[in-house]
Nanobody, 120 residues
């Protein structure tokens, strides 16, 4: 069984920073792409950023230049450094990972979500 556990959310003032972490555990052979998504109240879940196993990154236009996604393959952990936060970044942030549980089976897993609130 695979688990993704997020941490690092909270309340921050506009212009502040937060760092989210996503730790994967369980019967994992390999982790392919890891990503962060967010869902604000009344809105659909949207892509924030992704990073491949080799380190290729992709960002939503709304966060380019402010957020940085990274990962530590040895620790099976992904990160999202969020700087210059804006009230419109307020949302529940979800970690997603494409994980091989054996050499032939790859599935998509989600974390439980962590709340990020940007407010003065």
């Amino acid at each position: 069984q695979v688990q993704l556990v997020e941490s690092g959310g909270g309340l921050v003032q506009p212009g502040g920073s937060l760092r989210l972490s996503c730790a994967a555990s369980g019967s994992i052979v390999s982790i392919d792409t890891m990503g962060w998504y967010r869902q604000a109240p009344g809105k659909q879940r949207e892509l924030v950023a992704t990073v491949t196993r080799g380190g290729i990154t992709n960002y939503a236009d709304s966060v380019k230049g402010r957020f940085t996604i990274s990962r530590d393959n040895a620790k099976k952990t992904g990160y999202l450094q969020m700087n210059s936060l804006k009230p419109e970044d307020t949302a529940v942030y979800y970690c997603n990972a494409e994980i091989f549980t054996d050499w032939f089976a790859k599935n998509s897993y989600w974390g439980q979500g962590t709340q990020v609130t940007v407010s003065s």
